[in-house]
């Protein structure tokens, strides 16, 4: 059982190169997420997918898009990559049952750096 | 605006030296608090899911427990292998799916 499954797991990129994470679960979960994590910021929501078809902006939307593929698939662009986003980027899922919290299942992370 | 303050940034302990972290919360209405445990270069990994003040849950040598501001990760009688990076995180009421994190408490655990 992979869990979710995130590539590729480390990148370098050029100012202005465009690339595509992806992420992949295995667990039929409902909802998933793009997070960054920087040195002394902590985790912050890029993007969410409540449920298949769905997308919403999440702290810091800005310079990414989204695509939710299908229930099981979820990537993360950047269209013209800056220093700034250099950054650790996290997929997440969890089940997203109406009226629960549930816990999130998190990636191996995605560590990309833009010269 | 949820907010998360996780306290100390960081935590050396030597084995067996039982300690506690700290985790401040701001929600309007909270649905869940969650803990995580982060190695490096790893994702973040779930420990405990809390719901209301007075609940505790155990697991190991962890134990987190909440009340209506604050929640504490006790570690009792700590082993190298529980250091790692501790992530506090809080839903609102307001929220179906966003979490918002704390910066995380970087526990060292000397043998």
């Known amino acids: 059982n992979a869990g979710v499954t995130q590539t590729p797991k480390f990148q370098v990129l050029k100012t202005g190169q465009s690339m595509t994470l992806q992420c992949a679960q295995d667990?039929?979960?409902?909802?998933m997420y793009w997070y960054r994590q920087d040195p002394g910021m902590g985790l912050r929501l890029i993007y969410y997918s409540a449920s298949e078809g769905t997308t919403d902006k999440g702290e810091v939307p800005n310079g990414y898009n989204v695509s939710r593929l299908n229930k099981r698939e979820f990537s993360l662009r950047l269209e013209s990559a800056a220093p700034s986003q250099t950054s650790v980027y996290f997929c997440?899922?969890?089940?997203?049952?109406?009226?629960?919290?549930?816990?999130?299942?998190f990636g191996e992370g995605s560590r990309l750096t833009v010269l | 605006e949820d907010q998360v303050t996780q306290s100390p940034e960081a935590l050396r302990l030597q084995e067996g030296e039982s300690s506690s972290l700290n985790c401040s919360y701001t929600?309007?209405?909270?649905?869940?608090l969650f803990w995580y445990r982060q190695d490096p270069g790893k994702g973040p990994e779930f420990l405990f899911t809390l719901y209301s003040a007075g609940e505790e849950k155990e697991k190991e040598r962890l134990k987190a427990t909440l009340t209506k501001k604050e929640s504490f990760l006790h570690i009792t009688a700590p082993k190298p292998e529980d250091s790692a990076t501790y992530l506090c995180a809080v839903q609102s009421g307001g929220s179906n799916y966003k979490l918002t994190f704390g910066k995380g408490t970087l526990l060292t655990v000397n043998p």
């Open positions: 667990m039929n979960h409902n909802s």
């Open positions: 929600v309007s209405g909270l649905r869940g």
């Open positions: 997440a899922s969890r089940t997203g049952l109406a009226g629960g919290a549930g816990e999130l299942f």
